[in-house]
């Protein structure tokens, strides 16, 4: 067993720094160059994918509802497409449209259609209220943050627990009419790994809110991406909402960035038909149609529901290794010294590491002298600031293993010497 820094005698500690010390300047020495910043695939993983650029076939280029993916128009997407999609999720089709590669932007596009025009249940633009105040779970993911930064929104954190933000917390900020929305990552959140229990989903669809015109931006970016053999539930949370008399309250967003290609893929938006309705009057404007060739690519590379599972258990298989890699070599140099503690996900694509208070931006530091690049500390809290100054995002994916283990070992040491010099 290992003993707890804080209980270590004044010597002891003395020797131990003076071995970290040692460690980190032979770290520094080797002249590492890795990369633990942003959760991408590695090319191991977009290999599983590669027949996508072969697809669709130079003769294939008429869908079976007939359509010729060639052409503009079809701004809901193909119907294959949007039904194969709809069985991933557990979702009714008819609620869901395809678009181009990126959900983001389509993200980007609802804050900025809301604020330029009002939603269909807003009683003015959000650019005319006073104040837009947008919950944020943190840790959370710094894309969505910026987004809602860009708008010159308030940005109120809420603390993410094991199954979700902390739902009394947010009962009550909803209250608040100036309160639009909240950003959610319910399966395998970005950066905790947290799934959020059925019982939160009730809960967001069921909540009362001030504002009329609240959404909750439900961002199930990675919703069949588990390591484990089991997949995880996924909620329809459209039914939900729409038995709680809420009908309107979910915007569900979805792609197949982190399955087949990321940046090439396709993206989802599912909604009540009214919401779908709003979207689709100014969309409509913005383009003539998403890229159904590349949709129709999906549908012949996945084929089905059971072909994405099949698929994703690919991946698990590249990424659980890197992820177990991680987690043993914390465990083995930090466990139960009481200078750390981290998520140990199921899925997704991050590890949620907290350092102790104050030395996050140190551990960063550090390692980034040593040629390990991590995301900046701060970053999954809005702002990018952290108020405890503790939390780090890992995101072991992208290198291969042997790369994960060198770069984890040596934060494992800058964690330690942070904690240390402290
Ligand atoms: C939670 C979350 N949402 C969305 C995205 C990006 O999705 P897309 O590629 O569909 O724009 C990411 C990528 O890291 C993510 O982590």
Same mark, same amino acid.
């Given at each position: 067993m290992a003993t707890p820094l804080n209980e270590l005698d004044p010597r002891e500690r003395e020797a131990l720094e003076a071995d970290v010390r040692k460690r980190y300047e032979? !770290?520094?020495?080797?002249?590492?160059?890795?990369? !633990?910043?942003?959760?991408?695939?590695?090319?191991?993983?977009?290999?599983?994918?590669?027949?996508?650029?072969?697809?669709?076939?130079?003769?294939?280029?008429?869908?079976?509802?007939?359509?010729?993916?060639?052409?503009?128009?079809?701004?809901?997407?193909?119907?294959?497409?949007?039904?194969?999609?709809?069985?991933?999720?557990?979702?009714?089709?008819?609620?869901?449209?395809?678009?181009?590669?990126?959900?983001?932007?389509?993200?980007?596009?609802?804050?900025?259609?809301?604020? +330029?025009?009002?939603?269909?249940?807003?009683?003015?633009?959000?650019?005319?209220?006073?104040?837009?105040?947008?919950?944020?779970?943190?840790?959370?993911?710094?894309?969505?943050?910026?987004?809602?930064?860009?708008?010159?929104? /308030?940005?109120?954190?809420?603390?993410?627990?094991?199954?979700?933000?902390?739902?009394?917390?947010?009962?009550?900020?909803?209250?608040?009419?100036?309160?639009?929305?909240?950003?959610?990552?319910?399966?395998?959140?970005?950066?905790?790994?947290?799934?959020?229990?059925?019982?939160?989903?009730?809960?967001? +669809?069921?909540?009362?809110?001030?504002?009329?015109?609240? *959404?909750?931006?439900?961002?199930?970016?990675?919703?069949?991406?588990?390591?484990?053999?089991?997949?995880? /539930?996924?909620?329809?949370?459209? +039914?939900?909402?729409?038995?709680?008399?809420?009908?309107?309250?979910?915007?569900?967003?979805?792609?197949?960035?982190?399955?087949?290609?990321?940046? @090439?893929?396709?993206?989802?938006?599912? @909604?009540?038909?009214?919401?779908?309705?709003?979207?689709?009057?100014?969309?409509?404007?913005?383009?003539?149609?998403?890229?159904?060739?590349?949709?129709?690519?999906?549908?012949?590379?996945?084929?089905?529901?059971?072909?994405?599972?099949?698929?994703?258990?690919?991946?698990?298989?590249?990424? *659980?290794?890197?992820?177990?890699?991680?987690?043993?070599?914390?465990?083995?140099r930090l466990?139960g010294l009481g200078v750390a503690?981290?998520?140990?996900?199921?899925?997704?694509?991050?590890?949620?590491?907290?350092v102790v208070p104050g030395t996050?931006?140190r551990?960063?530091? !550090?390692?980034?002298?040593?040629?390990?690049?991590?995301?900046?500390?701060?970053? +999954?809290?809005?702002?990018?600031?952290?108020?405890?100054?503790?939390?780090? *995002? !890992?995101?072991?994916?992208?290198?291969?293993?042997?790369?994960?283990?060198?770069?984890?070992?040596?934060?494992?040491t800058?964690v330690l010497l942070a904690a240390l010099e402290r």
């Amino acid at each position: 067993m290992a003993t707890p820094l804080n209980e270590l005698d004044p010597r002891e500690r003395e020797a131990l720094e003076a071995d970290v010390r040692k460690r980190y300047e032979e !770290l520094k020495a080797k002249n590492l160059q890795l990369d !633990l910043t942003r959760g991408k695939p590695s090319s191991e993983q977009l290999d599983f994918s590669q027949d996508l650029l072969a697809l669709p076939g130079k003769d294939t280029y008429i869908t079976a509802g007939g359509v010729d993916v060639r052409n503009y128009g079809g701004s809901d997407g193909i119907a294959e497409i949007r039904e194969l999609w709809a069985e991933v999720l557990g979702i009714n089709p008819d609620n869901v449209i395809a678009g181009d590669a990126s959900s983001l932007n389509i993200m980007f596009d609802l804050i900025s259609f809301a604020y +330029a025009f009002g939603t269909n249940d807003s009683p003015r633009p959000w650019s005319r209220e006073e104040t837009v105040k947008w919950l944020c779970p943190v840790p959370g993911y710094d894309r969505h943050f910026a987004i809602t930064e860009q708008f010159g929104f /308030e940005l109120v954190p809420v603390p993410m627990g094991e199954n979700g933000p902390d739902m009394g917390s947010v009962e009550k900020l909803v209250l608040d009419p100036q309160v639009k929305g909240i950003w959610c990552v319910p399966i395998y959140a970005n950066p905790t790994g947290a799934v959020y229990s059925r019982e939160t989903a009730e809960r967001l +669809a069921a909540m009362e809110t001030g504002a009329p015109d609240f *959404r909750v931006i439900w961002d199930n970016a990675y919703a069949v991406h588990t390591f484990t053999d089991e997949f995880p /539930e996924n909620p329809d949370v459209l +039914a939900m909402a729409a038995e709680a008399g809420n009908p309107n309250r979910f915007w569900y967003m979805s792609s197949t960035s982190k399955i087949t290609h990321a940046g @090439s893929g396709v993206s989802f938006f599912a @909604s009540s038909k009214d919401n779908l309705d709003w979207y689709r009057g100014i969309a409509g404007i913005r383009g003539i149609g998403p890229n159904k060739e590349n949709q129709l690519a999906h549908v012949e590379l996945l084929g089905d529901a059971e072909g994405v599972r099949a698929l994703m258990r690919k991946h698990a298989g590249s990424l *659980r290794p890197k992820f177990d890699a991680a987690l043993r070599i914390m465990e083995d140099r930090l466990g139960g010294l009481g200078v750390a503690s981290w998520t140990e996900p199921q899925g997704g694509y991050f590890i949620s590491l907290d350092v102790v208070p104050g030395t996050a931006t140190r551990v960063w530091k !550090l390692a980034k002298e040593a040629g390990i690049n991590l995301t900046k500390a701060g970053s +999954a809290f809005p702002h990018g600031t952290d108020p405890e100054n503790r939390n780090i *995002r !890992l995101a072991p994916s992208m290198p291969p293993i042997e790369q994960v283990e060198e770069a984890m070992d040596g934060v494992a040491t800058c964690v330690l010497l942070a904690a240390l010099e402290r």
